[in-house]
């Protein structure tokens, strides 16, 4: 237990439908991560909250919308997908961003599939 | 371009010691942090070096050498619980970590 939640755990969803994940974490922290995690490839970097604002979009399809509405709550929201979207969505929290207070406590995950 | 490479897979014999490499190429260095994933879990923090040396931390050790863009992450009396995945990052000037794509450990009895 790293004290960040993620539901669901699983889904499957078609093409057309409409999902959010959640994530919640329980650390205090002020930073909030979204990854993608894609077999034998290195985590990408979807989007960055700290402080509730936005601070990095890595160039992600508009299909993926972030939410971020306090320090402790973070969502995804996702329409019109694409299969080659399968992948485990991981939520992290870090104390801040910088130096050692990157050290970023990870959810479980939610593993996505996309028919 | 940023990158970390770092070897695939590799397997060793429970009660050995094994060395994972890790070479990263980033705009800025803010760090180098080494990861443990087991398999269906979520990637738990092994440590985190920024100064050039070796940091132990109980059967695990991290070394780095900033000069030469160059990690390792050293594993004593490799117990079989240690068979997993472990992901070299390296934080950028922006503080980003650029992630590789983990070594697979394999422990034999």
């Known amino acids: 237990e790293t004290g960040v939640t993620q539901t669901p755990r699983h889904l499957v969803m078609g093409m057309t439908n409409k999902k959010s994940l959640k994530c919640e974490q329980h650390l205090g922290h002020n930073a909030m991560y979204w990854y993608k995690q894609s077999a034998k490839k290195p985590l990408e970097l979807m989007f960055v909250?700290?402080?509730?604002?936005?601070?990095e979009n890595n160039s992600v399809p508009s299909r993926f919308s972030p939410e971020c509405p306090n320090s402790s709550h973070l969502f995804l929201h996702l329409h019109t997908l694409q299969p080659e979207d399968s992948a485990l969505y991981l939520c992290?929290?870090?104390?801040?961003?910088?130096?050692?207070?990157?050290?970023?406590?990870f959810g479980p995950g939610t593993r996505l599939t996309v028919l | 371009g940023q990158n970390i490479d770092q070897p695939t897979e590799m397997t060793a014999t429970e009660g050995a010691i094994v060395q994972i490499n890790c070479t990263y190429q980033t705009s800025g260095f803010n760090g180098l942090f080494w990861y443990q994933q087991h398999a269906g879990e979520a990637p738990t923090f092994l440590s985190y070096n920024v100064l050039d040396g070796l940091e132990e931390k109980g059967r695990f050790s991290s070394f780095l050498s900033r000069s030469k863009g160059y990690s390792y992450l050293l594993l004593k009396e490799l117990q079989m619980k240690d068979s997993a995945s472990y992901l070299c990052?390296?934080?950028?000037?922006?503080?980003?970590?650029?992630w590789g794509a983990g070594t697979k450990l394999i422990i034999k009895p």
């Open positions: 992290a929290s870090s104390q801040d961003i910088g130096g050692a207070y990157n050290e970023q406590f």
């Open positions: 909250y700290n402080f509730k604002e936005q601070t």
């Open positions: 990052a390296a934080a950028d000037s922006n503080y980003q970590l650029i």
